[in-house]
């Protein structure tokens, strides 16, 4: 399993939780990127390439590391990763969103596949997981055909993590026909809250009956900032009697100054935190959630059924057409640039604690599951096929 993140860490949680129901194989998933300390299960390793990152406007890598050079960084990620599947010898090669997006890992994946498909490498079933909506391109028309040729030529399977009956792939990709592997879609991919998890923190947060929590996240935390930091000042806006208490995750890689100018204004009924593994537990256990839109997020609360206020990342169309779409079916409720105003914040979260809208039903949340066991039936049918390059 290959995943590289370059803004936030989504892509990394989605990939991950997928591994988490390979639990019968070995598996080994090759990170590209900084993340937060985390346990693995015992049946995943994981091999680490030097850390790349994109800037906020998705126009250039930067190396984390300041000693270091970019190009240093990309021959010897490229070097590892060849020689990971050539030592590792795997059955099933899945790689996250390329070639969809990551062209700028082409650099180390291309040579891969182009080994896979002529014999230098050892033959493994290669796969491209999917997440539900595609960013938008300058040059569409250009994009669309750079996919189709690589696909067509490299790829036995596409995996869609969505439901169709809620996001299809042609929404957001006009040439799903053209596609020769086979197109599956899995449902959408969520990690769950385990039962009891929401008594268990609210007891870990000493909280009574009537006190309503307020959980507020950034995801990675390379933007969101300003929400966390907006939300954390609404506080001083709520009714004191009100019971409320606030728990901000700001995401690992928030920058440190912004870290403590949130922890700075928080009042005395809020905790600021940077990260915890137990995301899906805190929602379990919230009134209301408060975060931008992103996929895991969204999955979360899907998955929990909080209650949920969503920010969609203005850069690209993603998380707005996300978010807009749970909004319709009752799930959410969208904030805009405009609402990041304390007082004005404090309105939509009233509002949000003293109503809300009738929902329809749940999109289907079983795709890691799923996504498993379609994994393993390919496995055992070996190459679907392959169109000669």
């Known amino acids: 399993m290959y995943c590289q993140h370059v803004l936030g860490i989504g892509h990394f949680f989605r990939t991950l939780e997928i591994c988490r129901h390979l639990v019968s194989h070995d598996v080994v998933l090759i990170v590209g990127g900084t993340l937060p300390d985390l346990a693995l299960p015992s049946h995943i390793r994981s091999i680490s390439l030097p850390a790349l990152m994109m800037d906020q406007n998705f126009t250039s890598l930067h190396a984390p590391e300041p000693t270091r050079s970019v190009s240093e960084i990309l021959q010897q990620r490229k070097a590892i990763l060849f020689n ?37 490498l050892p033959r493994s079933t290669v796969i491209c997981s999917l997440r539900d909506i595609l960013v938008e391109k300058k040059d569409t ?9 690589i696909l067509n030529r490299w790829f036995d399977g596409l995996l869609v993590h ?3 009956d809620w996001i299809s792939l042609d929404e957001t990709f006009s040439r799903v026909k053209d596609i020769a ?35 507020i996240s950034a995801g990675g935390g390379n933007v969101g900032g300003k929400l966390c930091e907006a939300t954390t000042a609404a506080f001083r806006f709520l009714p004191k009697d009100g019971g409320f208490v606030g728990q901000v995750f700001t995401g ?8 403590r100018r949130i922890g700075a204004i928080a009042p005395s009924n809020v905790q600021v935190d940077r990260f915890t593994p137990e995301f899906p537990a805190f929602l379990a256990a919230a009134d209301l959630s ?38 319709d079916k009752g799930f959410v409720s969208v904030l805009q640039e405009a609402d990041l105003v304390a007082d004005r914040l404090a309105e939509r979260i009233l509002a949000a604690i003293e109503s809300w809208p009738e929902r329809s039903e749940p999109p289907c949340l079983e795709g890691a599951s799923k996504t498993a066991s379609i994994l393993e039936k390919m496995n055992e049918k070996g190459a679907i096929r392959r169109i000669a390059p």
């Open 84 to 120: 990971a599947v050539r030592e590792e010898r795997p059955d099933m090669f899945v790689i996250e969103l390329y070639p969809f997006g990551r062209k700028a890992f082409r650099f180390e994946l291309d040579p891969v596949l182009e080994s896979i498909a002529s014999g230098q």
């Open 141 to 149: 028309r250009a994009y669309e055909e750079r996919v189709i040729r």
């Open 162 to 164: 969505a439901d169709p």
């Open 181 to 215: 592997p086979p197109v599956v879609y899995t449902g959408f991919v969520a990690q769950r809250p385990t039962p009891g998890d929401r008594e268990r923190i609210r007891q870990y947060l000493e909280l009574g009956a009537s006190e309503r929590l307020i959980v």
């Open 252 to 259: 690992p890689f928030l920058d440190e100054a912004d870290f």
């Open 290 to 327: 408060i975060s931008m839109a992103g996929y895991n997020t969204c999955m979360n609360i899907l998955a929990t059924g909080v209650r949920a206020l969503v920010l969609p990342f203005s850069q690209n169309r993603e998380q707005e057409m996300r978010a807009n779409r749970l909004a």
